[in-house]
């Protein structure tokens, strides 16, 4: 393969990436309302739209990886570097790749806090059905034969 054909097909996986990228940044900036509404439908959908841009993303991820291993570098960053370096000597490809990596940390942000709200959501869901089945985070108590007691609830000595 010449240069200017994987340099030209590098630049197609890099702006299929970006739009991939940019998708999915909105799917998870609208993702945080829908958990927070407790829409089962909305969530549902939300949660599949997002795995499709994922596993488009993992694919275009992996075409990557062949096109650098097809010319014999490591499918690593220093392997997309060398390729660069012969393929896109004048740095065309450079501007773009930044701004997949700035898409990909800020996709990855946006994540992590909507799993901090999931977190929490579950938590309190939690704490909900424990206290309607009237169990709570209690330390255990052990029993007269050193076992652990679950039975027993403690009891108020005193009352002020």
Not at 35 to 40: G, I, W
């Given at each position: 393969m010449d240069a200017d054909l994987c340099r030209e097909h590098l630049r197609e996986l890099v702006h299929e990436e970006l739009a991939a990228l940019r998708e999915l940044k909105k799917l998870?900036?609208?993702?945080r309302p829908v958990?927070?509404?407790?829409?089962?439908k909305a969530l549902q959908r939300s949660t599949a739209l997002r795995q499709e841009r994922m596993s488009h993303l993992a694919r275009l991820e992996e075409q990557r990886r062949a096109l650098v291993t097809l010319h014999g570098?490591?499918?690593d960053s220093a392997?997309?570097?060398r390729l660069l370096a012969w393929c896109d000597p004048r740095g065309a490809?450079?501007?773009?790749?930044?701004?997949?990596?700035t898409?990909?940390?800020a996709c990855r942000e946006l994540n992590d806090r909507n799993a901090l709200?999931?977190?929490a959501l579950l938590k309190r869901v939690s704490e909900r059905l424990e206290a309607l089945c009237g169990r709570t985070q209690r330390a255990a108590t052990y029993g007269p034969h050193g076992d652990l007691d679950h039975a027993r609830q403690g009891r108020v000595l005193r009352a002020v």
């Open positions: 998870l900036e609208a993702e958990l927070a509404s407790n829409d089962l570098e490591a499918a392997g997309l570097e490809l450079r501007a773009a790749l930044g701004e997949c990596r898409l990909a940390g709200l999931v977190s």
